[in-house]
């Protein structure tokens, strides 16, 4: 099993910035991909981005293409994810997952998650 604990969530206004880590714990983590979803109020889960588990090969939601940025440090155990350009439809609860089962932008294929934190986007 992969226990998750997210961090770094906070308050930010549109345009700014904010870095997300996960820290994993369990299994070996570099035998997971790392995935990030995002849930805002009266919306569904939705996919943000994931890094692969065995090359450095990322993927991200049309939403956040080119201002989310996903990397991950396997000595570490910690995914991060970069957020720039921050806009208020970006505001809601970040959780990361980790997942062996493809495809890996589906939520249904996560069996592990961490707990979210907020990022709320003012204008």
């Known amino acids: 099993q992969v226990q998750l604990v997210e961090s770094g969530g906070g308050l930010v206004q549109a345009g700014g910035s904010l870095k997300l880590s996960c820290a994993a714990s369990?299994?070996?983590?570099?035998?997971?991909?790392m995935g990030w979803f995002r849930q805002a109020p009266g919306k569904e889960r939705e996919f943000v981005g994931v890094i692969s588990w065995n090359i450095d090969k990322t993927h991200y939601a049309d939403s956040v293409k080119g201002r989310f940025t996903i990397s991950r440090d396997n000595a570490k155990n910690t995914v991060y994810l970069q957020m720039n350009s921050l806009k208020p439809e970006d505001t809601g609860v970040y959780f990361c997952?980790?997942?062996?089962?493809?495809?890996?932008?589906?939520?249904?294929?996560?069996?592990?998650w961490g707990q979210g934190t907020q990022v709320t986007v003012s204008s």
């Open positions: 997952a980790a997942t062996r089962i493809y495809p890996v932008d589906d939520s249904i294929n996560y069996p592990y």
């Open positions: 369990g299994r070996t983590f570099s035998s997971y991909a």
